[in-house]
């Protein structure tokens, strides 16, 4: 089947660009010995994770215990899932997913570390929990290094636990500092800390440049996205993952509608003007977005489509578009090759 | 099972508010002789259709084919889909549909008509499509009572095609007056005008202000959203869908981080400011969104939430919450009744 025969909105993946995405993140951090974790948020699709196995990464990233059980029943063992595990039912399906795989975690409370050692020592587990850390963003994470040495000595002597190392998102300028300090504060108890987990995709190419950091976790690379291409992160030419819609109207010269809206695109701008490229047309802009209908605007467009026609965009945000998929379509030079259900999506979470 | 057994983050409805909002808006059309026709797209659930068709509604409308698939599949007969139907396989879905459903469609481009004609003349159908207007929302619609009636004389000599009447969204101060234009229009051609489809949550209690509108669709209303408490559409007692979350992190006095955030909530802000209201900490603000991280300001807050805590949020709009969870729990008086699967959602559309 070729993609022109696909209904529209459709999500549709290069997978000749998926392949030489995750190529080249993987040669870039094997050349500066980094430990490539990739995180699947972004697609949610277990083989293209087996995929980033393939190509030397140490494990995956998953962000909820739910993507983390679908990837875990696909077969893959090295599971790190960096968030605040909490509550007696989370923490016995994380106990129960450590059976099957081998899993690490982070925590920057001691409230979360108590449950995690609590339901772990029951388990008869060893978990390692990793202190997160912020650089910066101000979203989770301890804020100074005496907090992340502190809960680091909480992990180490907590039952059923083992001090992991320190995790951050994203990496920063602060990030290096917070490590070196953090580790000088461990040495006088003798705690190593050996894992440095920072992440990002916008930054990705400035991995090496943070000292302290021993594994990159990046999750957009692998699709890239209209954001990504205003970061610099990646080029056109890289961008795998795209919407194929249909204009539905031409209510006047200078407007036209896409059969995709805010179920399809999200309203994500990420600081962007509009939502989304439409590659056939760079000059006219996806404007607004109502649950189902986009509307372009084509006042500074020279070329027009007419009703029927097909458009390709390239959406602000990939991973959202994903997660608003039940399945995405895999093409390689215009044909389908696979229909791959967005496994991790929209489940128990 | 009790609420509070739920994993968050958790998409929950009060069956009770429910029930209460579909019967209201009822009474309020019955009362005004407005046939009432609610849009499904913001449950996606068969059952809660059948509760408003229960109710009084004279059918329901859909958005995307496959909202139409789902429902004419759980035995929905009466069905509105105002949406340009285009391509050979979507014309092809629409006739199929046809046979175990009646349906209805609209148009606003002679491109659309002729397609329909084709494949309703093939089929040996009779559609009866509404022509679409713009009432100043500039989205879909046709721009003048002109065009409009001339699209409506298209339709009643297509092959395969009846006219329907017309079709509008939201209702505004224009829609009577491009209504009476167009039905001035029509008359000489012996054209009657029977239906005038209304619709939006917003100003649903203004219905009968457009006295040439003889149905509504509404979808909004049966859920409510702090979009809906803004524009003064509903009261906090008849917002009946709110997500459950976890306060996973307090890494700062001012900060707390719940366990859901873009993927759970959507971007939508609708104008508003922030992302949701939080029940519990009215003064606490929603303020960032990342996938899966909801950052709360609390520094206007006085009561603050501890790290374990579950608070309850009900976001800026329901639609696209409700399309971004596999499931959403039925709970009547805490108690969890029926999990329902968001039948309607992420399809081939």
């Not at 870039?28 to 980033?52: C, F, S, V, W």
């Amino acid at each position: 089947m070729h993609i022109s025969e696909l209904d529209t909105p459709v999500a549709v993946v290069d997978l000749d660009r998926v392949h030489a995405n995750i190529e080249r993140l993987q040669v870039y951090l094997d050349r500066h010995g980094i430990h490539n974790r990739p995180h699947i948020k972004t697609h949610k699709i277990p083989e293209i994770a087996h995929m980033q196995l393939a190509a030397g990464a140490v494990g995956i990233t998953c962000q909820k215990l739910d993507e983390a059980e679908a990837m875990a029943g696909a077969g893959i063992q090295e599971i790190f899932l960096p968030y605040n595990i909490l509550g007696e039912r989370k923490l016995e399906r994380l106990m129960l997913l450590s059976r099957r795989a081998n899993l690490s975690v982070t925590a920057d409370s001691e409230v979360v570390v108590r449950g995690l050692s609590a339901a772990a020592s029951r388990e008869g587990a060893t978990l390692p929990v990793l202190v997160e850390f912020d650089s910066g963003t101000h979203r989770c994470g301890v804020v100074s290094p005496q907090q992340a040495a502190d809960l680091a000595r909480l992990i180490a002597r907590a039952p059923g636990l083992r001090f992991g190392g320190l995790m951050t998102y994203p990496c920063t300028e602060l990030t290096d500092p917070f490590v070196r300090e953090t580790r000088a504060l461990l040495r006088a108890d003798g705690l190593a800390l050996e894992v440095v987990s920072g992440g990002g995709t916008p930054k990705m190419w400035e991995a090496h440049t943070h000292a302290e950091v021993t594994e990159h976790r990046a999750g957009t690379y692998v699709y890239g996205d209209r954001f990504m291409l205003a970061a610099g992160a990646v080029q056109p030419e890289h961008c795998a993952l795209s919407v194929i819609t249909t204009v539905v109207s031409r209510p006047t010269r200078d407007r036209a509608i896409l059969d995709g809206g805010s179920k399809t695109f999200s309203s994500d701008t990420l600081g962007l003007e509009g939502f989304g490229l439409i590659l056939e047309y760079p000059r006219a802009r996806l404007s607004t977005l109502s649950e189902e209908h986009g509307t372009v605007d084509l006042s500074d467009s020279p070329e027009q489509p007419e009703i029927g026609e097909r458009v390709t965009v390239i959406p602000n945000h990939c991973c959202v578009v994903s997660n608003l998929f039940n399945q995405v379509i895999g093409v390689r030079n215009g044909a389908v090759e696979v229909t791959w259900p967005v496994a991790a999506r929209g489940g128990v979470r």
